[in-house]
């Protein structure tokens, strides 16, 4: 056993290293952390109240008093797009987190058993992947009814087959390694292989993919938003603030550049946080 | 070949049918019985009970199923709630629109994303390969409702070069066809550009290193005839199968970008048919949609074994 979790922390920091040389993949994490760190500490920020109206500063644009601008109820935009960060991204987390929860398990039972069961999880992924990822998403959210958390549901279920190809893929490649072959023989039984042997192991490229599709589903969080398909008004999300901005275009187009930015921001750092990582964890690239 | 192509059809069958069992699915996660919402405000007994019995609520699921499958495959995909229109007749009127957007965003997704793919493999590690991947990473990123938003905003709002919403068929007026569509098309094609160009860079950087590469360019030959002969037409393989596969990406993607554009294609028809609560609409196009793509991947697949002459050869 502990032959074989002794070179666990060399590669951890082997990996680390390579990590933070990456200068894109720093940058990547920076952008994320500065936006986890305002989403967090949105209740505590000396910001005007995101749903506070004033009927006196409409669309006003930016200025001291209020840096981005007020949209057309004049609320503050710089509150509402600090607290639509919270939205998009506990919609990208949550909704990566479902797909993972409920595709990895899947994913390695289809790759673990092989056979009928492989035949039937993949025959149903290969049908799911048919349907396209925000087609899917929209149809799920007009099923369901529009709120964030329906939102992220339906983000989260159409993300599913991409983990289960993903995981079991890796799990096919794993799993006549020695180690897993010398857990059978020494007896253990199905589940503690596939949780401690062969899941460790397919780990890394799914923390890859995870960290991706979070970019992607932060996306189509503010897509489903933009089609008032998610986050409810008055609550803001960046995704609605562009919806609402759309109409007062060449008046207040301030309403429109920020959220959008926002957007692009966020999931252009976890794009390269992702790339980032991939590099880092690629066998390949020692 | 022809038992290749057959080969990949039957595949293709299962799919289509568990593809058809979830969209029939769809219907069932509705909140609240959908006979209730037909029969309107009075819900008379005897109108519900007409209604159950011919839409066949009352027969077990797998038969409700196989119902509504066996109307499928006749071509009625149902009729729309709001218009009464029959489904199939209304995605036929709104697909001819999604598809010249689709193609004219490939062509702008091709003639960006190919040649900058080319490049910045040919000049790795040097400034232009990084920009290009920056451009590449950027345009991955860019939520394409916003990029939308923004290019309105800027080429007709402030510049007034461009119409910002509309349509027109390109057989009645090619040249106010082009003029509406171009922004929507660059709008859609800069992902796939972005995606196009990641791989075509990839698969260079693959192909630059190989053996007959190498002896090409001993043989003396120019560089230019080195990358586009030897190395790009090796290196093409994987991103022919990657545009035919970025089809089904763009009829999504079509969604946002026609609401924005107010185009009336598909993606504005599936986004209608929502706030309608058009369940028939909405099932119709998600069908649809995935038939297409199973299309493509086979389209993919025969290209794939057509332009490999390894594989042909094999068979």
Known sequence: MSALTDPQPRATSRIWGKLS????????????????????????????DPTGTDWGAIRKPPSVA???????????VLARMIWGARASLLAGVVSVLIAVAIGVPFGLIAGYFGGWTDSIISRVTEALLAMPFLIMAIALA???????????????LSAVPIFIRLTRGQVLSVKTEDYVEGARA??????PIMTRYILPNVFPPILVQATLTIATAIIAEAALSFLGLGQQPPAPSWGSMLNTAKNFLSQAPWMAIWPGAGIFLVVMGFNLLGDGLRDALDPREH | MLLFILR??????????LVSMFVFALQKLLPGDPILVMAGEDRDPEVIALLREKYRMNDPIMMQYLYWAGGVLRGDLGVSLRTNEPVLSLIASKLPVTIQLAVMSMLFALFIGIPAGILSAVRKGTW????????????????????????????????????????????????????????????????????????????????????????????????????????FRNAVLPV???TALLF???????????????????????????????????????????????????????????LNPRLRTAQ
């Open chain 2, 128 to 231: 232009v390969d990084w920009l290009a991947n920056l451009v590449a990473l950027s345009g991955l990123s860019i939520p394409n409702f916003w990029l939308g938003l923004m290019l309105i905003l800027l080429v007709s709002v402030n510049l007034g070069w461009l119409p910002a919403s509309g349509y027109e068929s390109p057989f009645v007026d090619l040249k106010k066809s082009l003029t509406t569509m171009i922004m929507p098309a660059f709008v859609l094609g800069t992902a796939l550009a972005a995606t196009l160009m990641r791989h075509t860079r990839s698969a260079m950087l693959g192909v630059l290193q190989a053996d007959y590469v190498r002896t090409a360019r001993a043989k003396g030959l120019r560089g230019r005839v080195v990358v586009m002969k030897h190395a």
């Open chain 1, 186 to 191: 020494i007896g253990l039984g199905h589940v």
């Open chain 2, 248 to 306: 089904g990406e763009l009829l999504a993607g079509a969604v946002l970008t026609e609401q924005i554009f107010t185009i009336p294609g598909f993606g504005k028809l599936i986004v209608d048919a929502v706030f309608n609560r058009d369940y028939a609409v909405v099932q119709g196009v998600v069908l649809c949609t995935a038939v297409g793509f199973i299309v493509m991947n086979l389209i993919a697949d025969v290209l794939y074994m057509l």
């Open chain 1, 142 to 156: 007009a099923f369901l009814g529009p709120s964030l958390t329906n939102a992220m549901i339906a983000i989260g």
């Open chain 2, 240 to 242: 022919v199968t990657l």
């Open chain 1, 66 to 76: 209020a840096w981005m601008g007020t949209d057309e109820l004049g609320r503050d």
């Open chain 1, 21 to 48: 040389r990456n200068k894109s993949a720093l940058v990547g994490a920076t952008v994320v952390i500065v936006f986890i760190a305002l989403a967090l500490l949105a209740p505590v920020l000396p910001i005007a």
């Open chain 2, 8 to 17: 990949r059809i039957l595949i293709a069958i299962p799919t289509l049918i």
